[in-house]
C-alpha cells in the first residue's frame, strides 16, 4: 500500500492549506485514514482521523480550525487547514489503517510527508 501526499507549502499565519493524501495498492478496506505532525524536536502527534463511517478525531490544538475528509471510493483523504498558527508548522504525514485481502489483520501504512510552514 502506498500513500502519496500533496499540498503543503509556505503561508502567512492566518491563511489556509488543504492536503490531500491518495492511497493505493492492495486495498480490500481503510478503517480509518488520518493526518499526523512532527514538528523539530517533537514526537510525532495525531492532527485528525475519520474512520471509514465518518467519525472524526481532532487534536485539541486544532478543533474548529482543521476539518479533515474522506472519499471511500477513491481512497482519499483531505485536510482543510484553516486560521493556521505559527506552531502548526511541521511535516505532516498521512497515514491510513488497512485490511490488505479479507483474511488480513490491519495494518498501519504513512506517506513520505509533506512540509507545512506558517510565516508570522
Known sequence: VQLQASGGGLVQAGG??????????????????????????????????????????????????????RDNAKNTVHLQMNSLKVEDTAVYFCNAVVKTSVEALLRSFWGQGTLVTVSS
Open 16 to 69: 489556509s492549506l488543504r492536503l490531500s493524501c491518495a492511497a493505493s495498492g492492495s486495498i480490500f478496506v481503510i478503517a480509518t485514514m488520518g493526518w499526523y505532525r512532527q514538528a523539530p524536536g517533537k514526537q510525532r502527534e495525531l492532527v485528525a482521523s475519520v474512520t471509514i463511517d465518518a467519525t472524526t478525531n481532532y487534536a485539541d490544538s486544532v478543533k474548529g480550525r482543521f476539518f479533515i475528509s
